[in-house]
């Protein structure tokens, strides 16, 4: 299992798919998996810090596993079968529950809980950014590349790629 944090969410245009994308803790390696407008919202408003005035769907999931006795521990990206990711919330007791990613996602950066990705997933369908290697090489020497560089490989590397660029040869 490979630890994986919140990169960022694209939603721009808005006429397309929602972008989620997750980064290896320490690796160079980025998953990008698209997901509703409504879960890229739920994401985007708690990494922003926004407080909703009532709990979100997300929300009230923790407050239920709360309410219950329950804890929620990790997040697992479990596979990837024809182009759809599967997760599993990890609960206390090590008791899974099947969700989808995005839901998955949104649940842990609501309750503070790590991401991973089984090694199989992100060597399938994860991404070396453009010029990666480079800001690696520059971070292990003490340097930092200038975070709006970062943003702005980000956003280019977004605009170049579709949900298509996933699908395997042949699948429609």
Known sequence: MIEMTVAGIRMDPPQD??????RE???PRYLPIWIGQGEATAIAIKLQ????TRPLTHDLIGDLLETLGRSLTEVRITGLQEGT???DLVLDGDQT???????SVAIA???AV?????EE????????LPDEEIDSEATESGEEAPAEEEVEKFKEFLDSISADDFKAPGES
């Open 17 to 22: 798919d929602p972008v989620l994308l997750l």
């Open 25 to 27: 803790v320490g690796g």
């Open 49 to 52: 810090g926004v407080e909703p």
């Open 85 to 87: 990711y599967y997760a």
């Open 97 to 103: 529950v099947s969700a989808r990613p995005s839901d």
């Open 109 to 111: 950066v609501r309750l």
């Open 114 to 118: 790590p991401i991973f990705a089984e």
């Open 121 to 128: 997933v992100l060597a399938e369908a994860g991404l070396i």
